[in-house]
């Protein structure tokens, strides 16, 4: 369980941020390839995943009578998918059929829910850019999703984006795509993004006013080292 | 020949929804796959497809020389695109030399043509994403067209965005993408899906206010039946 | 060396006429496949290329603790290019990992370089797509570059989006993408591209008032040699 | 479960002739793409599916000491596949590391199964090519397993090859590939394949004859439906 | 129309060198890329091209039915290429579903035609695999060309793996792939590509003999012109 | 430098079996992705990397001229690389032009080279298919390398198959493909897979006699040992 504070600081920093500290501890592959936010103005996506898996669908079998069974797992991950949890579909990165559409994202933003992702792609996507949460695929796809997917399990380990994601690993999305840190690790890594975070403002306002890399990124200069921490005080961070 | 109340209908729908009443007539692969809205303010597209047809170019024959012969159909199809008509280009998918430009653009545009689709890229594009004229592509793509393309045929039925295209298909493009409806059936179509929009706004509705999805979507409480009926004559749709 | 002058014309120009001028040169193959603008705001890019290469990372070799070297290519690169030239970035076309960050760019930007160009992708996209100087890549990249990529070279001939980029050629970018123009022909493709682009924007004018392409696109007809005439004297261009 | 009878005619029909079948009961998406045989002198491949699932790997839990533990699914299916049955992989069509190799195939070979095919790659492909024993696959791969793919489920339904791919499903492969067909029509296509089999094969002799297709491929000509009794007569099939 | 020499030249030289004496000429792109043979015992392949053009299928079409129709083109163009033509496919490099198969290159082989070319896949390929007649294709594909091809064009400028082929342009295939010679120059390129290849085989028995590149591939020393001619001579070619 | 025992081990051992050494040590990336054998009855391929870059070519540049200049990369890498070296090209993955062909390779071969190595393709493949000596690419491709590649550099670091090879690092082939082995552990790579390779052999026989796999596979049991080592030595190795 994330605690509200990891939760926090992982609100504050950037999915590249968390990536170099990832790859400090091994982990050079969390990073989603391929899906990116369908509404930028969006608030930032931070929550425990909740996953949807799909195999390709066979014609007899997937047709539009499913959805009147409330079992039918794409309906009923909709609706089960907890409070806070992040919807994580693998649609085994073929956007050629919806993983989903705007009525059933509408569902899961008024449940409570933290945001969607797919490696394929979502329909309504011109509604959906309009939403107030996060969303994010690879690319429009009006064709209902029974064209090319079939859903199959919930909450079961699945790739997405070509990452491994666990039910209940933390997904974290910006502007630039999403992430997907390793449940155990979750508060360390929020702690240590944020730190990292606070150094990279420091140096990125020192380059915006004309100092150069060497010595300063990464800190090297125990001279930096003192000016950084006078910074971080005036800053009050 | 589309009725104006049809064409009507089709500028109100989704292509989202289009591909839902084509999916229950056995049409699984009606979506243009990779054409995106160049301009996304521009109006909706909606009309009958005239064709241009590209075959590879080759070195000797597809020169700047070729440009002023009358008869070259990538200019006479600008010339001849009937007035609400969208120009369809099969560009075999290869956005590394343009399939239009800007100038090309706007002579359709002037000449009441009602769009223009590729599934390869134009030029000019930072030109065309500011007309109010509905334009899809793949992505911008600089180079001339002589490069990689050689304009072989007008108004035969292609293939684009992996999709048939016969000359006279109805052509509906939105802000997620084009999809194209066979010829013969787009009244039934463009009434169906005009008749399932009013449910999935009454949907979308409910579901925006904290209503299930179970026995809304899809429809199978005869409540819910009555409800929408209800809500159908307050809205007067 | 570029002269003032034809920097300043080919400020003017588009990437579309660029490639076309070139294309009469025999040189069919000078636009970036893939890479974007990040930043739609930023003024034109301009500048002789200075270029970095990138090889595969290897686990034993690409780890953090290179950055303290201040011989390592990505970081001498960036504090070596020279005011008002173009950081080009081989790649590989792989933006599975960052080709630079946020603070990299700052740090070019405030050297006076002219912009940036990768076949990879950037991150920190979200701070470089506010700033105020022109980025192109083809997809935003959170993680770290050391994961795929190790900076081998500076400012030998690379290949760059399927593009031969010899340092000191000349590349120019706009909203459609970025073109690099063979160093010793520059001064002669900026002044034709600055002339064409006249002509087209006395076609343009033409057709957006509804004359037809043939005889004007081309020009074929003395006719109309005569009416742009006039028109150039008149805008005074 | 399959009849030997049933079984019997599979091995004797073609791939290609079982599409066929599958298609006119609308099912369009039943040969795997890109599987091909490694060891193209093997018995034909005919057995119901037993599958294994992959997801992507991570660096902290994908080990080599993950062998050690019986319950590891890859070595656990390996021990558990039904003798007849095919063991069926989901590799996420990513041949970048290796499905399994060649100890496990001849473990599965030696425990009477009926072969192996995954939508990624295997190694030791060059000692599997020479066993008498059908193992599908899209390209060799000597990277060990861990490197990308991590096993999380056996007997799921699975993706192979973009088919839907349900623990029984009746796997057939030749020379071709594989296509899959659904446990509860096998029994029927079986039979109409062979069927059809025996129509191909005169139509192919008299073809090679040097017979004209109309009339005879589909068989229109009543005079031809003839000449085919006569010739299934004499051939006693 | 080939004179029976060049035909017979053409059998003897490689697509490669072929491919050099193209490029001489300002022809860069006519070697099918992707295409490769299936049965490499096979002859030879040399003739013009008769082409068919496909695109997408739609399911309401591209029935079984079709083919009980004369004038559907697949059949049509295998009962029409004229003896000593390459049937050459445009399947718009798709090898999902077959080209053709083995029937139907049964009956152009038995017809006198003097090969098949397609950027698809044909079926029955471990058939076609044991004939005496050259048959080119991307890889096998099982699957009924109904599914995702549909014919419609005989005879027309086609693209094919990438290159422009008109009909009556010289297709020669070899061990390596195909490549198009257009028709107005192929007695010439006939001519100089067996001139050309009487030298490399000069200079591949020198270097196998020990010989080093420099001064004589290219040859430029008057001295290896000497050897050279000598050496022709004594060959008799 | 290798040693002779080394080089002797490694030819001995499958790339299979490098890859999992590599993996131990925190290397999983030095298979290089799509090269396969051209000649599977050459013998083993073992050496250090000789690399050759290329870079997209340019019109004006790459003219058949250059091979008149004996400075010129491509001919002087062939001349120039050591014997016992492998010739490694970086094609960028481009197979659509040739890297080299089939008298460069002769010349390789004959001056003592161990083999050649490209991410690309070579022409006159089927002339190499027949030599006994290395050489593996991604495909066959008989287009002259002036038309797509540009050499530019010798004997740098490149990448080849998305694998970093370093001037000196050991290319290791066989029948799967070709594994990159750091200089500097070669010889620790070398002894422990071919101890490795003992094991597995011990394995492979075990299962295929009809051992199961656990406790032995890995080696856990006690027994297990004591077995294998009896079985070494009556082996006697």
Not at 11 to 40: D, E, H, M, W, Y
Not at 173 to 190: F, L, Q
Request: charge should be neutral; proline fraction near 7%.
């Amino acid at each position: 369980m994330l605690t509200a504070a990891a939760r926090d600081k992982l609100a504050q920093v950037s999915t590249a941020t968390i990536t170099t500290v990832l790859f400090k501890r091994g982990l050079r592959n969390q990073f989603l390839q391929g899906p990116q936010v369908v509404n930028p103005r969006a608030p930032r996506l931070v929550g425990p995943a909740y996953t949807l898996r799909y195999i390709p669908a066979r014609e007899d079998i997937d047709v539009l009578k499913v959805f009147e069974d409330r079992s039918h797992p794409q309906r009923k991950g909709v609706e089960e998918c907890p409070a806070g949890a992040v919807f994580v579909v693998d649609s085994r990165g073929d956007p050629r059929a919806a993983s989903a559409g705007g009525i059933l994202i509408t569902r899961l933003m008024r449940r409570g829910c933290a945001g969607a992702v797919s490696d394929g792609g979502f329909r309504d996507t011109p509604e959906i850019a309009q939403m107030d949460w996060p969303v994010y695929h690879v690319r429009p796809s009006a064709p209902t999703n029974l064209i090319h997917h079939h859903a199959v399990d919930l909450n079961v380990p699945i790739g997405c984006g070509g990452v491994a994601v666990y039910p209940g690993d933390i997904m974290v999305g910006d502007g630039e795509g999403v992430v997907c840190i390793p449940a155990h690790i979750a508060e360390e890594v929020a702690t240590e993004a944020f730190e990292q975070t606070v150094y990279e403002d420091f140096v990125q306002e020192q380059v915006d006013g004309g100092a150069g890399l060497f010595g300063l990124y990464p800190m090297i200069d125990p001279a930096t080292r003192e000016r950084f921490l006078a910074w971080r005080k005036a800053k009050g961070r």
